[in-house]
Every structure is written in C-alpha cells, then in structure tokens.
C-alpha cells in the first residue's frame, strides 16, 4: 500500500471531482464494505475497519502535521468520507465524527493535544456534545466533572470522550476526558446505524479535568487557535455539522446504484423499468438531488478557505447560510432514498435488504439535533430580514 502521507491523486466522488491528498482511502473500501453486515449485527463498527481506516489516514486527516497529521483541507477530507459513505454509512458516521474531533484539538491548549497525539497520532476520541446530563464544579485548576452523556458514537474504539457540559455563571464548554475516568453503557439498540455504537459515557464519581483540557464555546464560534494553517480558521461548527450530513449523500448515492442495477427491486427482467415514466421521472430527481448537495458541501467550503486565504472574515450572514444548508441534507437525501424504496419491489421489505438498510439509517441521521433545520431556517430567515444572529455554533 502507498504511504498515506505522501500519495496525491484525484478521485470523481457521486460526481464531483475532488482531490484525495494523501487520505489513500481508495484501497481499503471493499474490505469496509465487506465488514458492513458484521457491524451491523455487532452494533458497533468492527476493529478491522477502524484498523482500515487508520491505514488509510483518514483518521489524521485533519491533524495538524506537528503530531503526525495531514492536515487535508476540507474537500479532501469530504471526499474521502463520502467514499466511505458509498460503501457504509455508519462507518462513515463513526469515521467523520471520529476523524473531526482531531479538527477540535487543535483549536485548543497546546498541551491537550500533546497528551492524545503525543504518542500515537491515530488515537481516537469520541464525543457526547448534549450537556444535559453533565455536572461541573469548578475546582482549583480546572473543574470536577460527572454525569451520563448519551449518543456517543464509535465510543467502544476511543480512549478519549469529548463531553458538553454548562458551567455555573459561564456556559458551555467541551471536555476532554481520558478513558481511564469514564465507562461505557451499552445502550444503542436501534432501528438504523445500527453499528454506529453510539453508546452511553458515563462518569459516576466526579473526576478532575484541567483548564487547559478544556474548549470554550465561544472560542470555537470565534474561530481561536494557535495553528499556523489556515485550514484551522473555518468556524468548528461548520467541520463537526458536515460529519453528520456527509455520509447520507454517501449512502443515497448507494442506493441509487443499487436501485439502477436493479438490485433494489423484484421484477424478473430489471430492463423493463427504463420503459416506465414514473420510475424514469424517479431516477432522475434523486440523482439530481444528490449532485445538488454535494455540489452546495464542496462550494461552501471552497467560499469559506477562499475568504480566509485572502484575509477576509467569513461573514456571519455566510455562516448562517452553510449551517442551514447542511442541516437540510439529511431531510433531501431521505426524500431521494424514500423515492426509490416506493418502487422498489418486494424482495427490499426483507430484513437485510441493502436498500432498506439505507433507507433505515438516512432517517436515523434525521434525529441527530444538527439535523433538524427548522432552527437553522429560523436564524437564517430572520437575519435575511435585519435581524442579528441568535446561534453560536454556526
């Protein structure tokens, strides 16, 4: 296999020609692929393709160099995941999330990156961003933490949990906790990405986490770090939201495949379809809905590095406008997969039905808080309209 961290080529990803720099992704799908149905059945995506992915430098992809990262820029990054996608959306689920908390580190202190990449660049960390269920007390040095966060995906291949909690007479911050101070509950017993493992962390005694292990709110949404790559200007919010809207155009362009090929349906003679006007009409408005959102994921980001790398700031109309066109995807992406599984014959209503499995994890994504666009649409309309911006995780 080439060195992950010198290979440059480019790849045509559902249609869009993207450069994968370095992410050598390209000979470790079929064996992700391959491994899908075990995670399924496991409810957690299998070692060896975590172990794939590693291989692939997807994991270090946003790292920055100084600890063994590649420091891809986004389209590159995106273009890997929707490769990854195309073959399995919950590993592309588990890697993106995985993969981006790298993005996260390094917007903060620099001895907090140093204690997770010190030693091994391709370590993992999960993440439970919902602070409900956390508890601080603020301590000398940093603070005590406790509480159960749910929904942490691919948290059984982690040693670290990035964890959302609300400070008293401050806010929210994001804290960085090792695996030594926290446990898991398995609790993912689920209708969709399935093997996700999307898991409880639970820290039932408090534990101590300094200062500097931790990543203020308003430091993400101002854009704070210490990196000497632009890449590192992008607003968090706008890295960490396209992790969980990436792998449904992955998986609806899966599902048209499967439903060309005639995969997705029962009829003894697949050809005859072409002959049908409704289907024809189908076919066309869910390729078209897929190229439309994956077309908006590359231009958003290529207009975001564009403003940084001349000096300009991403301006907060801009932010606003790409945080709701990526919670709309999930929403599009589940009307294009839904499309086709109408027609799609009977053999798809059999429980392992690869069409179906799609159609199941798309609206699974849907419930993810990020992807529900009817706040998005609210700030967006309203500042559209003279108003000032009411979110700060855009």
């Known amino acids: 296999m080439s060195n992950p961290n010198t290979q440059s080529s480019a790849t045509t990803v559902g249609g869009t020609r993207a450069t994968i720099s370095r992410i050598d992704i390209e000979p470790q799908l079929e064996l992700i692929e391959s491994l899908a149905a075990t995670g399924r059945q496991d409810r957690q995506v ?48 588990v890697a993106g999330i995985i993969a981006v908390h790298a993005y996260q580190l390094a917007l903060m202190d620099e001895q907090a990156q140093a204690d997770v990449y010190g030693e091994d660049p391709d370590t993992c960390i999960s993440s439970s961003y919902n602070p409900m269920g956390g508890r601080v007390e603020v301590c000398d040095g940093g603070f005590m933490l406790s509480g159960q966060w749910g929904w942490s995906s691919g ?3 982690c040693s670290w949990v990035l964890l959302g909690a609300i400070i008293p007479e401050e806010g929210y911050r994001t804290f960085l906790v090792p695996r030594g101070d926290y446990r898991i509950e398995d609790t993912w017993d689920v209708y969709g990405l399935q093997a996700t493992g999307s898991n409880d962390v ?8 300094p200062d500097y292990r931790t990543h203020k709110h308003a430091d993400g949404f101002n854009c704070v770090h210490q990196q000497d790559n632009n890449l590192y200007s992008i607003p968090w919010a706008q890295m960490f939201i396209r992790v969980v809207t990436t792998p449904a155009i992955g998986a609806a362009r899966h599902a048209l495949k499967l439903f060309t090929s005639g995969a997705g349906n029962s009829s003894t003679d697949p050809t005859k379809l072409r002959d049908d006007p409704d289907v024809a009409r189908r076919v066309a408005e869910t390729a078209n809905d897929i190229d439309e959102v994956e077309t908006i994921l590359f231009r958003n980001f290529e207009k975001m590095l564009a403003a940084i790398e001349s000096g300009q700031e991403i301006s907060m109309a801009d932010r606003a406008h790409y945080r709701y066109q990526a919670s709309i995807v999930i929403d599009r992406m589940a009307q294009a997969v839904q499309r086709l599984f109408e027609v799609a014959g009977g053999r798809s209503v059999f429980n392992g039905a690869q069409i179906q499995n799609i159609w199941r994890d798309i609206n699974i994504a849907r419930a993810h808080v990020a992807n529900n666009p009817t706040p998005f649409a609210r700030n967006l309309g309203n500042m559209l309209l003279g108003g000032e911006n009411s979110d700060f995780f855009i």
């Open 46 to 93: 299998s070692v060896e393709a975590i172990a794939a992915l590693k291989r692939s430098g997807f994991i270090r992809a946003v790292l920055p160099r100084k600890w063994g990262g590649l420091e891809a820029r986004p389209e590159e990054f995106f273009a890997a995941h929707l490769a990854i996608a195309e073959r399995d959306m919950s590993t592309a689920w």
């Open 155 to 157: 948290s059984g291949h």
């Open 202 to 209: 639970i820290i039932d005694e408090p534990v101590f986490v």
